[in-house]
């Protein structure tokens, strides 16, 4: 339709054209309801994607070696690190140099720590040598290299001097290699020592366990939802307190309570030898392991698949039960072929919600589990509160990110995302 006629063009009561007054009214509402979401995108932004960032930067950072090095590292780049020998007195001389500044302003130790995560025993190579080295006059005392090696043996090994090399460049792909089980060397990426290799199994341990508790939550959750969905409202509301009672107790309470209840002189162990269907000396062995951390994560994880469920249930007609039974079906085709269908959206909210869930856990494998059932997430607790190596942490974070995301994918293209209800 134009917006214009035989005596010219429509306007609006203030004279304006009536196709610009729309178009400035449609900016000024859109600008309106920017301005009312804009908080919430804002907090988003700050406690959600700028730590995400961060966490990405942090995995491939490494400033800090050229930065308390710099005349080290310029000189080590002429040094040919496969010859066997031992750098020059250049090298040693501008080590010196950039040690005693580094000591100065305290940063020999985190220059250690930072080594010390590829090459065991470089934090305290640091650490020694930072009291002596302090000492040192970078002019008068020339030459240094064997004054150096008189403090600590360890700067007449060749294999100190290639670490610092190879871990001299500012973007480093060292993280992510020691996050699947590799290192970064003079040779390239190489496999870790056989009993250094434990990341790749935990992360294959994380998914697995995951799955199976996303499981154990289908199966359980599901009848639970369908008697929800088809009691009385009044009934089904006073049940549902049940449902939502675990969220007003503590998760660490609701932890320790599994471990108190399955360790070999727990209740559930005392029950059963009462009555007779295990022996004293057979007590069943579930507390430190995979199955005591599947039993206390299905149970805390439980409310988040009943509730998914409950609410696409409720939606469903009881009228086209008795449609199907009207045409000759029996109970169990008509749940099978007209009821189950129409619940999958139900299924597959929670089953997303729990899965991701369960995967980043870690204070209820971390009670329960002992050594054999902590998952991944442990390690990346482990790395950023005890070990602080936060960039192996970062780099652990970024690979379960891209994982779950991965996962997420899948099932888009698998089941499609848009089949995912909450009611």
């Known amino acids: ?90 090298v040693y001389a501008a080590f010196v140099t950039d040690m005693v500044a580094a000591i100065d302003a305290k940063n020999h130790t985190k220059l250690g720590t930072r080594l010390n995560y590829e090459s065991t025993g470089m934090s305290s190579m640091f650490r020694q040598s930072g009291r002596k080295m302090k000492k040192l006059d970078p002019v008068a005392d020339a030459p240094f290299k064997e004054k150096l090696i008189k403090i600590n043996d360890g700067w007449g090994d060749v294999e100190a001097w290639r670490e610092i090399k190879t871990h001299s460049v500012r973007t ?26 434990i990341l790749i199994k935990l992360f294959g341990r994380t998914l697995w ?98 509730l998914p469920m409950y609410s696409v249930m409720q939606t469903i007609q009881p009228t086209y039960l008795r449609a199907a039974k009207s045409m000759g079906a029996t109970n169990w085709t008509a749940f099978w072929r007209v009821y189950f269908p129409q619940s999958i959206p139900g299924i597959g909210a929670g089953s997303i919600l729990v899965f991701i869930l369960a995967i980043g856990y870690y204070i209820t494998p971390e009670i329960v589990g002992g050594t054999k059932g902590v998952f991944i997430s442990n390690r990346i607790a482990y790395h950023i509160s005890s070990s602080l190596n936060w960039g192996l942490a970062a780099a652990l974070g970024a690979i379960l990110l891209a994982v779950v995301l991965l996962l997420y994918w899948c099932y888009d293209k698998i089941v499609g995302i848009d089949n995912v209800k909450l009611g």
């Open 172 to 197: 480093t792909n060292g993280y992510f290699l020691n996050a699947v089980d590799m290192r970064r060397t003079p040779e390239g990426a190489q496999s870790q020592p056989e009993d250094k290799r």
């Open 1 to 90: 339709m134009s917006d214009t006629t035989d005596s010219g063009p429509i306007t609006a009561a203030d004279g304006t054209p009536l196709k610009r007054s729309l178009g400035r009214a449609l900016r000024q509402q859109k600008l309106r309801a920017l301005m009312l979401i804009a908080p919430l995108l804002l907090f988003v932004l700050l406690s959600f994607i700028l730590p995400i960032a961060n966490m990405l930067m942090r995995s491939v950072d490494n400033d800090i070696v050229a930065d308390t090095l710099p005349l080290t590292v310029v000189e080590l780049k002429t040094w040919d690190s496969d010859s066997g020998e031992l750098p020059g007195e250049n």
């Open 209 to 306: 366990m995951s799955l199976i508790i996303t499981g154990s939550c289908i199966l359980l959750a599901y009848p639970i939802a369908w008697i929800l969905a088809n009691l009385p409202m009044r009934t089904s509301n006073m049940l549902m307190i049940l449902v939502l009672l675990p969220f007003w107790t503590s998760l660490l309470v609701r932890t320790s309570a599994w471990k108190v209840l399955l360790q070999q002189q727990g209740v559930i162990n005392e029950i059963l030898v009462w009555l007779g269907l295990i022996a004293d000396d057979g007590r069943l062995v579930m507390i430190n392991n995979q199955t005591g951390t599947i039993i206390a994560m299905t149970h805390i994880l439980l409310p988040f698949m009943i």
